[in-house]
């Protein structure tokens, strides 16, 4: 049956519009494949082609070219300066390190802001760092503060000059350190920032989902948290000095220091350290209810209920004196304007007659 029919009536406001009152639902789910909360493994893609390396690595959750094993964040690194990377040509210090510092200012600091600072009572500012980006289908709306740990192993910071410790002569250091970052976001009563306003920043501290934030009344601050954007910005300095980064800053060299990050969370996952995240997707809902009379809605003019001479007669005569429609979708459309809105779909048509009542629920997700 294809037919228009009115829900039951909203308030309306003093223009005439109907008066709404969405429900807000909040869903939170494991950030990585399958809805799991935690990761051990780790890998790169060879089919990553080898400029976009220069500025960042694809990060996989497997091996295999399953479709379901969909990239799940990369890492990069970034300079103001823009050292670390080789010269792209053009103008002085057009690096791809100094583009990743670019990107990521303008996308989560201040117009006013040049610098990333720690939260730490010094303000520190750090003109390079480490940056961790969800990908978007993961993160969903954001990534869920206060329920995610991540995990660092400590590198060999030995055996080459600064010059040549590249991303491909890095190894996980021998003393199995790992250090658990988590985010300083407090308990459930946190402001989470679901009702339109941005979450706040949060400061990447050390510390563990088990037992909080180490040392809370001095905290160790490693970076910052952007849960809408879904990045992690983590200070090349401080990791230098925890994690025995030693970040490759020298003048158009090709550091790969984002290679550096992926081999110390890999690292961590290969001793049993893995990263915890969770997503964060908000909806609203919005209900109609429907009720079709008994009187209503028992003819049909499609073209298999009607003659096709466009005379409007009824094909089958049975159906003059117990005519019975099937109804298998309902159009919601705008008061004022009549324009369709959305088409909600019956799991299966329903049967109608003059001897027949229907009350349908539509939900309306978005």
């Avoid at 970052?181 to 459930?188: A, E």
């Avoid at 983590?234 to 980064?245: P, R, T, Y």
């Avoid at 969770?278 to 109609?288: H, I, L, N, P, S």
């Avoid at 005569?317 to 459309?333: M, Q």
Wanted: charged residues 15%; negative net charge.
């Amino acid at each position: 049956m294809s037919r228009i029919f009115s829900p039951v009536a909203r308030p309306l406001d003093s223009v005439g519009r109907e008066i709404l009152t969405p429900e807000k639902v909040i869903e939170t789910r494991g950030l990585w494949s399958n809805g799991t909360g935690e990761l051990f493994t780790f890998f790169t893609s060879s089919l990553q082609n080898t400029s976009s390396r220069e500025y960042y690595y694809e990060v996989w959750s497997s091996a295999s070219l399953d479709c379901e094993d969909a990239q799940i964040f990369s890492v990069t690194y970034g300079n103001a300066a823009g050292s670390g990377s080789l010269s792209q040509g053009g103008e002085q210090s057009d690096t791809p390190s100094r583009a990743i510092y670019s990107q990521y200012r303008l996308l989560c600091l201040e117009q006013d802001q040049s610098l990333f600072t720690l939260g730490d009572t010094n303000s520190t500012a750090f003109s390079h760092f480490y940056a961790i980006n969800f990908n978007r289908s993961r993160v969903g709306d954001k990534l869920d503060p206060g329920n995610f740990e991540l995990s660092i192993a400590e590198l060999n910071g030995g055996g080459f000059a600064n010059s040549v410790f590249t991303g491909s002569n890095v190894e996980v250091s021998s003393s199995d350190n790992i250090i658990t970052l988590i985010d300083d976001s407090g308990d459930q009563s946190d402001s989470l920032g679901y009702n339109g306003v941005p979450s706040p920043v949060r400061n990447l501290v050390s510390g563990s989902l088990a037992n909080g934030i180490h040392n809370p009344s001095a905290p160790h601050y490693y970076g910052l948290v952007y849960a809408d954007v879904g990045t992690i910005i983590i200070s090349a300095d401080v990791l230098n000095i925890s994690a025995s980064f030693n970040t490759v800053t020298g003048s158009n060299i090709n550091g790969d220091n984002a290679y550096k990050l992926f081999t110390s969370i890999s690292g961590s996952g290969a001793r049993s350290a893995g990263f915890t995240a969770r997503a964060v997707d908000v909806k609203q809902q919005d209900f109609y209810f429907i009720r079709i009379d008994n009187s209503k809605y028992n003819y049909s003019t499609n073209p298999t209920y009607v003659t096709g001479s466009g005379d409007g007669f009824i094909n089958n005569t049975r159906f003059s004196n117990e005519p019975v429609t099937y109804i298998t979708s309902i159009g919601l459309y705008d008061r004022v304007g009549g324009d369709l809105l959305a088409v909600a779909k019956l799991s299966k048509p329903l049967q109608k007659s003059f001897n027949s009542e229907l009350s349908i629920t539509v939900k309306l997700e978005y």
